[in-house]
């Protein structure tokens, strides 16, 4: 019988998992792996410095990529993966896969599984809070409010919502549901993606990305919630900017890099486009001498979008439901492919 090396649960443990998810969650993880034959947990150390021993590396067949491992235990955590000979699947709390890390993983041989869907909603419903607050003026009532200024809108009402037309550019499980909310608003959806359409799709066209030049010219609102790949990187240039109708407005909720920003701040500046919601950004942090932060047309929020408390349990569910499949040797639910993870930089 192989001793037991410090962190390691059980005999012959095959998962890995951080110390705080077994504090929260260790039993019920704990349990219903023993339930389908698995034989226990490998817990990574509490410390971020500490590094997890070859022994116990060697026994780890899974892992969960938690949210409280990111970001100060990442580095101690892919170390461990990467002395883990016998890794074969890798869950991961993410949505998005262009970190190097993750094709790495897949060029393994390590099947790769994410949390789509778990942050669908607070994400959609920042989104939408972006459009309702540049819709109703709300940057120029914080500025009046930030100034004790009594300032109300005189001159230029703002346009009704509903009768208006928003292009979503990617229509996953966030732009479904920025979909569905958009049209509860009055807007008219075009949604861009590439398959055919569902019976379940909330839009009233859907087309190919290979439209999107021509949609432009109908658009209010384009709202990007598409993965950032080699197709979609500097996808929104100042060409398809020019396409936008005059006083078009952007949200972007998915990567920065989607969008050419130098570009986006030449529209924003000039008043082609009359304003941006933005949560992401081509550097990260935002730098604090970028134009963006002081555009009165704008709102910036940290990357910060998804944040939600009934995450955590979103995420242990979806991952908890694909440990069962795992075991039992069931199809897994948002398995990324090579290809995938490939076109994704």
Not at 43 to 52: C, F, G, K, N, Q
Not at 53 to 77: K, N, W
Request: glycine share 8%.
């Amino acid at each position: 019988m192989p001793a037991k090396s410090p962190g390691v649960l059980a005999l012959s443990p095959v998962l890995l998992i951080s110390h705080q998810l077994h504090a929260r969650h260790g039993a019920r993880v704990t349990a219903l792996a023993a339930r389908n034959g698995a034989s226990g947990v490998i817990v990574l150390p509490a410390d971020p410095a500490a590094r997890l021993d070859d022994a116990a590396c060697r026994r780890v067949e899974t892992a969960f990529f938690s949210p409280d491992v990111f970001p100060d235990y990442s580095r101690q955590f892919f170390a461990a993966l990467r002395k883990a000979p016998a890794l074969r699947w890798l869950h991961v709390f993410n949505v998005g896969v262009d970190h190097p890390i993750y094709r790495e993983m897949l060029a393994r041989g390590v099947r790769l599984t994410t949390s789509a869907g778990s942050t669908a909603e607070p994400i959609a419903q920042t989104a939408i809070m972006g459009l309702l607050a540049l819709a109703r003026g709300l940057p120029r009532w914080l500025a009046a409010q930030r100034a004790h200024r009594w300032d109300p809108e005189r001159k230029a009402a703002p346009r009704d919502l509903r009768g208006q037309t928003a292009v979503i550019v990617g229509l996953g499980q966030i732009g479904s549901e920025i979909a569905r909310l958009a049209r509860v608003l009055g807007l008219r959806v075009i949604g861009v993606r590439r398959g055919a359409r569902g019976p379940d799709d909330r839009v009233d066209e859907l087309h190919a990305p290979a439209a999107l030049p021509e949609l432009l010219g109908r658009c209010d609102w384009l709202v990007i919630a598409c993965p950032l790949t080699d197709q979609t990187r500097g996808l929104i240039d100042a060409a398809m900017l020019a396409r936008l109708p005059q006083g078009a407005r952007i949200i972007n909720i998915a990567r920065g890099e989607i969008v050419v920003e130098a570009a986006l701040i030449d529209a924003l500046r000039s008043g082609h486009v009359a304003g941006a919601y933005l949560d992401v950004f081509e550097t990260e942090p935002l730098p604090p001498d970028s134009p963006l932060w002081d555009l009165p047309n704008v709102l910036v929020t940290p990357h910060n979008s998804s944040v939600s408390s009934g995450n955590e349990q979103r995420i242990l569910d979806i991952f908890l439901d694909n440990l069962a499949r795992w075991q039992r040797g069931a199809a897994l639910v948002n398995e990324v492919d090579r290809q995938q993870a490939a076109s994704t930089r």
